[in-house]
């Protein structure tokens, strides 16, 4: 026999009353708009990764969204944010004084290969480059967000020369500036 559900879509919760289950009711009853139920018997991790959405590059959590756009999570009685919360799963701690940092510029992705920790300048600098040319701040590299890698490369003669996918924003600077460097040698030699 099928026992009858919640009507709210999604909500497995047995029916208690006026096509709902209890909790649902009980936010009808008191007049709220009707929310996903809290599930208290799940963990601060569960309730993480059911918030996510994977797309082909960002894991996006749609778990209690900020104003601008990040997510969080409820720990142990306060709200953390969702991708500081993953990163601590997955990575490890977060050194202290330091910011997580989103190599992909999307607030509520916790994918942790996009996530790296920076100081709060350095997340300034990179949000201020990110706000300015919607790439990473830094002269001839940008982020692949498919292989989660800074990509290096120069304009010369009209031509794209590609450096290869790098780590971190440093070593795709160091790359650039580097053939750069090379570059305008033998521009200054043809002159
Ligand atoms: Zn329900
Ligand atoms: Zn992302």
């Known amino acids: 026999m099928n026992k009858r559900t919640c ?9 208690y009353g006026l096509g709902l289950c209890k909790p649902h009711h009980r936010q009808q009853w008191r007049g709220q708009e009707l ?5 208290r018997s799940l ?5 993480l990764w059911n918030s996510v959405e994977k797309t ?10 900020t104003h601008d756009g990040y997510a ?19 990575v490890g701690p977060i050194p202290e004084g330091l910011q997580i940092d989103h190599r992909c510029f999307v607030h509520n992705c916790v994918r942790p290969a996009h996530l790296r920790p920076a100081t709060d300048k350095q997340n300034q600098e990179h949000l201020s ?3 300015r040319n919607s790439a990473t701040g830094v002269r001839g590299v940008h982020w692949d967000k498919k292989n ?13 020369i590609y450096l290869g996918r790098y780590d971190s924003i440093e070593e795709a600077d160091s790359a650039a500036r ?5 570059l305008f040698t033998h521009d200054d030699a043809d002159y």
């Open 178 to 182: 580097a053939k750069r460097a090379e």
């Open 72 to 90: 969080r999570v409820w720990v142990n009685g306060v709200n953390v944010y969702a991708h500081r919360f993953a990163y601590e799963l997955l």
């Open 129 to 131: 480059g990110a706000l």
């Open 56 to 65: 082909q590059s960002c894991w996006l959590s749609n778990s209690k969204l």
């Open 7 to 15: 009507s709210y879509p999604g909500c497995e919760r047995p029916h």
């Open 35 to 39: 929310r996903p139920v809290i599930d």
């Open 43 to 47: 963990s601060p991790e569960q309730r």
């Open 148 to 160: 989660c890698r800074y990509v290096a490369q120069v304009r010369h003669n009209r031509k794209t």
